[in-house]
Structure formats: structure tokens, C-alpha cells
């Protein structure tokens, strides 16, 4: 059966025209240069709390322990014990967007209990959000709303039930003789397929998108690439914060770690098993020209991987922070529509982004380069780049 689970990240509300989260804190665009809540704090807790200058004000009782630090995006920073046992810190102004973070109590990962947990780097996360003003793309807006629907279906590749987001967009109940293209939407390494719709918020870009007639609507399926075949051993992800809590290096995305991925299983799971789910039991268009996918940073390798063997499946490609594609990928270049390709200003690879799009140009290939300003690896990054990425989808539909 189908769950139909709520617009934004959590059950939203909407209160004489506000809309509301269920923590009761205004949701991201009317906090801009005020004191506030996190967003995404249970009802009534105070902490962690954003200053009108973006800092952060973390606190956490634990009278017992010996040494506390609140990791913010994988980086620890040692909090002051009061004599009341609460220990505290303020942050240095943090970037606009959206942040992960956890405490580290004696050198253990712990949550703080009223902040909703998220998944990132491998585990579940705390977040917190520094409102943009340039953000309310991906704000809650009085417009008509798509649903984000969890499905269960079985892969005979892997022997096994796999778990999916799909975004059905504006009126796909109502009108039941229209049938829409899909954007296939990979997360990066140690997320999974809720991020795209917790932290990354694309079914409300889209709404608002389709609302201001931007987009053509379609269908977005959000789905794990972890796949492996009975017997088939995972690669182990890197540990990614040191012993105790000790500080690990900021990293670039070039510079993370990461094992050796083999994205074949997941590609048979999509041509073999997702794919023909979708088609069977969503009003899909299904040649290639109604069919894309994106992904980021380990997304990205993942969507090259299955695209660039599978023109015939996929004219529209999408890499955000997930490299760069050359003229020599691509084999049959009349068959692709888009080539998508985006960094952070402040990410490797954002300088030749650019020079890489020109490249499939001058070869005769649709192609579209972007640099998010002043963002790194972050979900600011890649919200903007779904912003840029999505009204060029489907022109012709």
C-alpha cells in the first residue's frame, strides 16, 4: 500500500497562511537576520539556536562526562563544561543552507534528543539550517503541492525488497490520462534515498518550480544505490571522524577517502527491476528522451555508470559535485539531450567545470556547466544545482 508522507521534511501544516513544521518553529524564509529556533528542533527547544549573525549556540547536559564536542559537517569543536553540568558553544558564522552535526561525549557519537536526526556521513545526524535570503526556492509556498509517496517493490537481481521516494508532482491524481517523464535522483556516499527530500527539499523546489510554470512536471524516484547479490560483500565506508572525536582535516570532495565502489549490481537493479516498476505502476512516458538522472557527488559516479552504457534508457544527465563527462564518454551522442554538470565555488573541479561543458559543445553535444556561489560540498550546492538542472528536463513534453 501506499504512504503518502508529508510535503517537506517532516508532517507540514499550514496555519492562517504561515506554514509550520511539527517542531512549531517557523519553517527557513521568515527567520533571515533574527535570533531563532532551529528549524528542525522538537516543539519547544530552545537549542541549538541561530543568531541573526548565522552563528550557532549549541548546549547539552552531561554532567558525567569528561570531554564533549559538537561535530559540525564532520568537524569537532570542544564545548565548555558550566558548573550546572551543561556544557556549551558558539559556533563562528556558518554558511547559509542546511549543516549536519552530532555531539562526540567521550570520544562516542551521540545525538542531541530534540533535534530531528538525519542521515550523513554514514550515520544519523542532528541539522541545523542557516536561512539564505536568496533561498525561498525552496520554501513552503501557498501553491499546489506534489505528494512523496514510499513504495516497496522487489529486485529479482539482488533476491531482495528495496525501499523508494517517489514524487508524483501537482495533479497526477487528478488528471489521470497524463502520463509524465522521470528524473532518476541519486544521493552521495553514507546518505540514502531520503536525503533528496529531507535535507535536499526537491519535491518542494518542485512545486514551486511547476507553480511559476518553470518546469514541465514529471516524476522523481529517489532510491539507495547500495546493491549487492547474495554473497556479494559491501565495501566498508571510511571512518570519518577520528578517535575521541580528535579533529579530522576539512576534505574536499576529490580528497574524501572513499572506497572502491562498483555501481554493476545497482545498474542491474535499475534496468532489470526499478525501472519496469516504475513504468508498470506510474504513468510514465518510457522512451529515452522522457527519461533522466542526476546525482550527487557519489551520485554523480553512480548516473555516469548506468547512463553512459544506456543511451538508449537515458538522454538527460546530471552531475552535481559528481565530475565532469569528455566528448570519448559518450558513444552515441545523437541519443543525448543534456549533459548537466555543476560544483560549489569553493569545491575542486568548480574551475574546470566550465571548460568541460565547452568541450561537449564544440563535439556537438548539449551540454550545461554551473558554479554555485560560495558553497562548498553542501546541500546548498546541490539545491541550486536541482534549480538550475530541472528546467531543462523535458522541453518538448
Given at each position: 500500500?501506499?504512504?503518502?508522507?508529508?510535503?517537506?521534511?517532516?508532517?507540514?501544516?499550514?496555519?492562517?497562511?504561515?506554514?509550520?513544521?511539527?517542531?512549531?518553529?517557523?519553517?527557513?524564509?521568515?527567520?533571515?537576520?533574527?535570533?531563532?529556533?532551529?528549524?528542525?528542533?522538537?516543539?519547544?527547544?530552545?537549542?541549538?539556536?541561530?543568531?541573526?549573525?548565522?552563528?550557532?549556540?549549541?548546549?547539552?547536559?552531561?554532567?558525567?562526562?569528561?570531554?564533549?564536542?559538537?561535530?559540525?559537517?564532520?568537524?569537532?569543536?570542544?564545548?565548555?563544561?558550566?558548573?550546572?553540568?551543561?556544557?556549551?558553544?558558539?559556533?563562528?558564522?556558518?554558511?547559509?543552507?542546511?549543516?549536519?552535526?552530532?555531539?562526540?561525549?567521550?570520544?562516542?557519537?551521540?545525538?542531541?534528543?530534540?533535534?530531528?536526526?538525519?542521515?550523513?556521513?554514514?550515520?544519523?545526524?542532528?541539522?541545523?539550517?542557516?536561512?539564505?535570503?536568496?533561498?525561498?526556492?525552496?520554501?513552503?509556498?501557498?501553491?499546489?503541492?506534489?505528494?512523496?509517496?514510499?513504495?516497496?517493490?522487489?529486485?529479482?537481481?539482488?533476491?531482495?525488497?528495496?525501499?523508494?521516494?517517489?514524487?508524483?508532482?501537482?495533479?497526477?491524481?487528478?488528471?489521470?490520462?497524463?502520463?509524465?517523464?522521470?528524473?532518476?535522483?541519486?544521493?552521495?556516499?553514507?546518505?540514502?534515498?531520503?536525503?533528496?527530500?529531507?535535507?535536499?527539499?526537491?519535491?518542494?523546489?518542485?512545486?514551486?518550480?511547476?507553480?511559476?510554470?518553470?518546469?514541465?512536471?514529471?516524476?522523481?524516484?529517489?532510491?539507495?544505490?547500495?546493491?549487492?547479490?547474495?554473497?556479494?560483500?559491501?565495501?566498508?565506508?571510511?571512518?570519518?571522524?577520528?578517535?575521541?572525536?580528535?579533529?579530522?582535516?576539512?576534505?574536499?570532495?576529490?580528497?574524501?577517502?572513499?572506497?572502491?565502489?562498483?555501481?554493476?549490481?545497482?545498474?542491474?537493479?535499475?534496468?532489470?527491476?526499478?525501472?519496469?516498476?516504475?513504468?508498470?505502476?506510474?504513468?510514465?512516458?518510457?522512451?529515452?528522451?522522457?527519461?533522466?538522472?542526476?546525482?550527487?557527488?557519489?551520485?554523480?559516479?553512480?548516473?555516469?555508470?548506468?547512463?553512459?552504457?544506456?543511451?538508449?534508457?537515458?538522454?538527460y544527465i546530471g552531475l552535481f559535485s559528481g565530475g565532469t563527462i569528455t566528448p570519448k564518454d559518450i558513444t552515441e551522442k545523437s541519443k543525448i539531450k543534456l549533459v548537466f554538470m555543476s560544483y560549489g565555488s569553493r569545491e575542486r573541479g568548480s574551475e574546470t567545470v566550465?571548460?568541460?561543458?565547452d568541450a561537449l559543445k564544440a563535439a556537438g553535444i548539449n551540454a550545461v556547466s554551473y558554479v554555485s556561489p560560495l558553497t562548498a560540498h553542501e546541500w546548498q550546492s546541490w539545491r541550486r544545482s536541482l534549480l538550475e538542472f530541472a528546467p531543462l528536463l523535458f522541453k518538448?513534453?
Open positions: 500500500m501506499k504512504q503518502t508522507i508529508s510535503l517537506i521534511l517532516f508532517i507540514a501544516m499550514s496555519v492562517g497562511g504561515q506554514c509550520l513544521a511539527q517542531t512549531g518553529q517557523n519553517l527557513i524564509g521568515s527567520q533571515i537576520d533574527t535570533a531563532h529556533a532551529s528549524p528542525y528542533n522538537l516543539y519547544g527547544a530552545k537549542y541549538p539556536r541561530i543568531g541573526a549573525d548565522a552563528r550557532v549556540i549549541f548546549r547539552f547536559e552531561a554532567p558525567d562526562a569528561q570531554k564533549v564536542q559538537v561535530a559540525i559537517n564532520n568537524v569537532p569543536y570542544d564545548m565548555t563544561k558550566g558548573e550546572d553540568g551543561v556544557w556549551t558553544y558558539t559556533s563562528e558564522p556558518q554558511d547559509k543552507g542546511y549543516h549536519n552535526y552530532w555531539m562526540i561525549v567521550d570520544g562516542a557519537i551521540v545525538l542531541y534528543p530534540a533535534t530531528n536526526a538525519f542521515i550523513g556521513y554514514g550515520h544519523m545526524c542532528n541539522g541545523f539550517e542557516i536561512p539564505d535570503p536568496d533561498g525561498s526556492f525552496y520554501d513552503l509556498k501557498d501553491v499546489p503541492h506534489g505528494n512523496v509517496l514510499i513504495e516497496n517493490y522487489f529486485s529479482r537481481t539482488v533476491n531482495s525488497w528495496r525501499h523508494i521516494f517517489v514524487y508524483a508532482p501537482p495533479g497526477y491524481e487528478a488528471n489521470t490520462s497524463k502520463r509524465y517523464p522521470v528524473l532518476y535522483l541519486q544521493h552521495g556516499g553514507g546518505e540514502d534515498e531520503r536525503v533528496w527530500i529531507e535535507m535536499g527539499r526537491t519535491n518542494v523546489i518542485l512545486d514551486n518550480l511547476i507553480a511559476e510554470g518553470k518546469v514541465n512536471p514529471f516524476i522523481v524516484v529517489m532510491e539507495t544505490s547500495a546493491a549487492y547479490k547474495p554473497g556479494e560483500a559491501s565495501p566498508q565506508m571510511p571512518r570519518m571522524t577520528g578517535p575521541a572525536g580528535e579533529r579530522q582535516p576539512p576534505q574536499t570532495a576529490g580528497e574524501r577517502p572513499f572506497p572502491r565502489f562498483s555501481f554493476d549490481t545497482y545498474k542491474e537493479v535499475m534496468l532489470h527491476d526499478l525501472i519496469p516498476f516504475i513504468d508498470e505502476n506510474f504513468r510514465t512516458l518510457t522512451d529515452a528522451g522522457d527519461r533522466a538522472m542526476a546525482g550527487l557527488s557519489m551520485g554523480g559516479m553512480v548516473t555516469r555508470t548506468v547512463t553512459l552504457s544506456n543511451p538508449d534508457k537515458f538522454a566550465k571548460e568541460a561543458a518538448n513534453n
